[in-house]
């Protein structure tokens, strides 16, 4: 398996170092910045598949960061990381992709287990990404069939396998919207910011109805 890069971004000399060695000694290849420009010269030069970002640097901010390191690499998995939380950035961190929203001062372990949650996290979007694939090319396979018999009724389907026939045998796959699934897992985040008392529930009840608003 091929070592996983992550690129930590904060202007703490500290917190660079700190994590440098943690992160090294857990078998990451570790990037560091110190601030989001130059966070944005080490991507352009080093594909790294995770960056953790402090949301408040001079310059560039956390938020810009990853706006921008999305650009480049759009699979990144970004964790925010601040000693000033609130509702409102933890919820913009969300919105514009980030994994997770992690509070200063943090346990390391706890850090590595929100690292690990988004490798997992990004292995089952894979995964996804790669079922939805092959439902394609079975509706093509299928198209291509239909094209040489009046009946492909005999087709056998497994009712467990989310794929369903329709009208003039094609298929769907039972999936979510993209953008519905993209609003419940902020409402999941915001119910892990609520459960650590990082927010209220009536912070939490407001938001949430925000973002069920959109659907």
Known sequence: ???????????????????????????????LAESGERAIEVAKSTPVQIALIDLKMPGMDGIQTLKELKKIYPQILPIIMTGYPTIESAVEALRNGACDYVIKPFKLNELRASIDKALKEHKLKYEIDELRGKIRNLEDELKNYQKGTKNPDHLKFNPGSGVTPIAGGALYAREQKPADSVVLEQIKKLGELKDKGLITNQEFELKKGELLDRL
Not at 5 to 31: A, N, P, S, T
């Open 1 to 31: 398996m091929s070592q996983e890069k992550i690129l930590v971004v904060d202007d703490e000399l500290f917190v660079r170092e700190l994590l440098l060695e943690f992160l090294g000694k857990q078998g990451f290849e570790v990037h």
